[in-house]
């Protein structure tokens, strides 16, 4: 009876202590070294995996870090610069700030700013819209309302309007990830740098057509009259194929080309109310 | 006596063909026509014109450039007002030519003698020539350059013509009124076709539902050996090439081949009537017979029109726009797409315009699918319809490719039989369009 249990005792016990070696021997040669600082950058990212770094998560964002050690070219539009200050001690870089960026609609045609010609029926995507037809209101160019931005923005940045047919960008949510921008299959919606104090200038138009086809189907159209062109001083606005493209990186938010556009196609976003007005209407009281 | 059909698949839409009895009259030549240079499968044609000249009817304003392309000529005579881009039936603008039109002068070289001309004279080469110089392409639809679907190619032979005068697609019926009126020019225009490709054989097949053009065509037939006429069940959509030599001759075209393989070419009625104007009289391709109809129409018509006139004069023809329009469709109700604006110019490929009132036009109330593999019974290639609209809802078109999207006709039997009212076609016409792309980008 003693004997049957020391027996088992001892087995069990040198089964367990080779094994125990072998699995040493085996744990050593396919030894995994992962550098501890993935794991440290990991936990500081958002995990909101939206793939606006680019890359195919957070984790696949902190891995590449390391793995380059270095910030170039990474950004995380979620967490911004605040997020890189803190990434930057853990490989040892420093920080290159970078101007946030934000989307921003470039179609201003409204349903009453670009009325519907015809009544789409079918399936419910901008991706088959514009594969259909030209759109609802006649513009080839514009935005068709079938909210696949909406859809594929993951903070709740968006919503479609439902008095203008368009869809609005909540500027304190969005994070300018870019999935939005993928998602539109007419490439209205553009990444662009947040500006100072929030303020953006571009043009609301991406219609390449010419300027009395553009304007027949909506009103705020870019007509390629090249006016901002030759009010800038700055050389910050392009016109190629009837559009005109303010370059943000020149542009210094003066606002007078705001101002020139025969049909207010440039868009200001964030300025305090003109004062140009004011001094206006005084003169009309005078 | 037994009918032959296609034995897969196929549906019966209500065939609704109103304007069957209304013999072809012409349209009032349009004040302004508007010429795509892009109404044919393949690269657009060179224009050849500038703004301002003068051109006579039938007269050559655009080349046809590469390999695939296809004439376009003036089907009014007057002044060429503007080059720029127009309106096409997607709303999406595309290169054409305006002409504003001044009086009716037709070039010299068309033989505008009523009588027919029996007795041909061109070599094979010529014929495929004269065809090439007419700009004609394929007039059920498809606008393929006919020349080039003449040029048998290179170690393949052809045995047989089909001509097809189905017409399958429910409320068209300017084929039928084709065969019926000008049945003779059509058995020239297959004897040509014969000719040009050196086969002794050619049928006709003509489904059930037009008595008066089978017994017109086969007492006709007697007098041109070698063309057969062969009645047929009727059946959507019959008049798919690959499912009209599978009725007629029982052949099958392999999967992704083209039917040349089967040893066969099927060309539409209106081109064959094309080939002999162009053969024999020498007139270019610029004006077409389309079926305008609709159950609110007031006078269906089918309409000899000049390529350009507006859609707005072809109803206007009909008796107006009914008020309780909702939908006007290019094309037949199965495979036509809804217009997007009436001043969409009259192309080589439109057989008819088909006014849908306000209860008819609805699309159904989507839900979800419940599995009941009607789409798959009802597939004329024999595909599974459900499970391709579902990867093309999910953009996988690979997988899509895998389960033969290709080979989709694009009939929409399927949409048409689905208990849920899913859009199954609308998604696997999108994705065969992408996987398209895919596949020629993989080939360069």
């Known amino acids: 009876m003693n004997s049957a249990i020391i027996f088992v005792v001892a087995t069990l016990s040198i089964l367990g202590l080779v094994s125990a070696v072998i699995l040493y021997f085996i744990a050593r040669k396919f030894k995994v070294i992962e550098d501890p600082r993935i794991d440290q950058i990991a936990e500081i990212l958002p995990a909101a995996n939206c793939g606006g770094c680019g890359f195919a998560g957070c984790r696949n964002f902190a891995e590449s870090i390391v793995k380059n050690e270095s910030l170039d070219n990474m950004f995380c539009p979620v967490g911004g610069n605040e997020l890189l200050k803190l990434i930057a001690p853990i490989i040892g870089q420093e920080a290159v700030e970078k101007d946030p960026m934000i989307a921003v609609l470039r179609c201003n045609g409204s349903f009453a700013h670009a009325p519907l010609k015809t009544t789409y029926e079918g399936i419910d995507s901008c991706f088959f819209m514009n594969a259909l037809h030209a759109g609802d209101n006649g513009c080839p160019y514009g935005c068709l309302g079938g909210g696949d931005c909406v859809i594929a923005c993951t903070f709740d940045a968006m919503y479609m309007d439902k008095e203008t047919g368009l869809p609005v960008i909540i500027q304190d949510k969005c994070v300018a990830c870019g999935a939005c921008v993928k998602a539109c299959p007419r490439n209205i919606l553009e990444l662009r740098p947040k500006g100072k104090k929030d303020r953006r200038i571009f043009v609301g138009c991406v219609n390449r057509e010419k300027g009395a086809v553009a304007k027949k189907n909506c009103e705020v159209a870019c007509i390629g009259c090249g006016k901002c062109v030759k009010e800038c001083k700055f050389e910050a606005i392009s016109m190629v194929n009837n559009l005109a493209y303010i370059h943000a990186e020149k542009c210094t938010l003066c606002r007078k080309c705001v101002a020139v556009c025969p049909t207010d196609a440039i868009h200001e976003l964030n300025f305090p109310e003109r004062k140009k007005q004011v001094v206006e209407t005084e003169n009309k009281e005078a | ?444």
């Open chain 2, 1 to 444: 006596m037994l009918l032959k059909t296609f034995t897969l698949g196929g549906v019966h839409p209500e065939e609704n063909k109103i304007s069957s009895g209304q013999p072809i009259r012409k349209a009032p030549i349009p004040k302004t026509a508007v010429v795509p240079i892009a109404q044919h499968i393949g690269a657009p044609a060179e224009i050849i014109i500038a703004k301002g000249d003068k051109v006579k009817t039938g007269q050559l304003i655009a080349r046809g450039q590469s390999f695939i392309s296809a004439n376009v000529h003036a089907p009014v005579s007057g002044t060429v007002t503007k080059i720029d881009e127009f309106m096409d039936s997607s709303g999406y603008r595309k290169r054409a030519i305006q002409i504003e039109t001044e009086g009716d002068e037709w070039i010299g070289t068309i033989d505008r003698d009523e009588k027919i001309d029996a007795t041909i004279k061109r070599s094979r080469e010529e014929i495929i020539q004269l065809i090439k110089e007419s700009g004609i392409v394929g007039m059920g639809g498809a606008t393929f350059p006919t020349h080039i679907k003449m040029m048998v190619p290179q170690g393949k032979k052809a045995d047989c013509l089909i001509i097809n005068g189905v017409e399958c697609e429910p409320y068209l019926t300017s084929d039928h009124r084709l065969m019926v009126e000008r049945g003779e020019e059509l058995m020239i225009g297959a004897r040509i076709l014969m000719t040009a490709l050196g086969v002794e054989k050619a049928y006709i097949g003509i489904e059930n539902n037009k008595p008066d053009a089978i017994d017109h065509l086969t007492n006709l037939s007697k007098r041109f050996p070698g063309i057969t006429i062969h009645p047929l069940k009727v059946k959507y959509p019959q008049g798919g090439e690959k499912q009209l030599i599978k009725a007629i001759i029982n052949r099958e075209v392999p999967s992704g081949k083209l039917p040349i393989e089967t040893g066969c070419i099927v060309q539409n009625v209106g081109t064959a009537i094309a080939v002999y104007e162009a053969v024999q009289k020498n007139k270019p391709l610029f004006e077409r017979v389309v079926t305008v109809t609709g159950k609110s129409v007031r006078n269906p018509c089918n309409l000899l029109v000049r390529i350009g006139t507006p859609i707005s004069v072809l109803l206007e023809e009909a008796g107006g726009i009914p008020t309780d329009t909702r939908k006007v469709i290019n094309g037949g109700p199965m495979m036509g797409k809804a217009l997007n604006s009436l001043d969409v110019p009259v192309i080589k490929g439109m057989s008819g315009v088909v006014v849908m009132p306000e209860k008819e036009a609805r699309r159904p109330k989507i839900s979800n699918c419940i599995r009941c593999a009607r789409c798959t019974f009802v597939c004329p290639m024999g595909l599974s319809p459900y499970l391709i609209a579902q990867m093309a809802e999910a953009r996988l078109e690979e997988r899509a490719e895998a389960e033969r999207i290709m080979d989709c006709i694009e009939c929409g039997s399927c949409s048409f039989t689905c208990p849920s009212g899913r859009p199954l076609l609308d998604n696997i016409r999108v994705a065969k369009s992408k996987v398209g792309q895919i596949i020629r980008s993989r080939a360069k």
